[in-house]
């Protein structure tokens, strides 16, 4: 009985993971790994081109963030602005329907709010 319990709750979160993982483009989400052993191990990891969220530098981190933030907007049905610190580490532009603050370093210019 143990067995086929793990065995639905491998099931429902692979088929909860695939649903996630096709709402987003270059973010996967990863609910379990599977040991050289053959046990299941339950995780939750986040990763882009394949390099886990923790590993990736500034600006990947900051777009995948920006992918969950739009996959969280249409599960909700909200737009909220999404705020950017450090936007000179990043070269892509966002196609995004929120309202986009992002905030870098000019140099020379004074602090101001």
Known sequence: M???IKKYN???SKL???ELNSLL???KINTFNVQKNGDVK???E???YGVP???LNSAGKIIAGVELIQLI???LDINFPIVIDNKESITKKFDVENQLITLSVVEGAVLGV
Do not use: G, H, P, R
Request: net charge negative; aromatic share 12%; no cysteine.
């Open 2 to 4: 143990i067995e086929l």
């Open 10 to 12: 491998q099931e429902y």
């Open 16 to 18: 909860v993971a695939d």
């Open 25 to 27: 483009k270059n973010v």
């Open 42 to 44: 339950e995780t939750f």
């Open 46 to 48: 986040i990763t882009m």
């Open 53 to 55: 969220y923790t590993s």
């Open 73 to 75: 907007n249409k599960a």
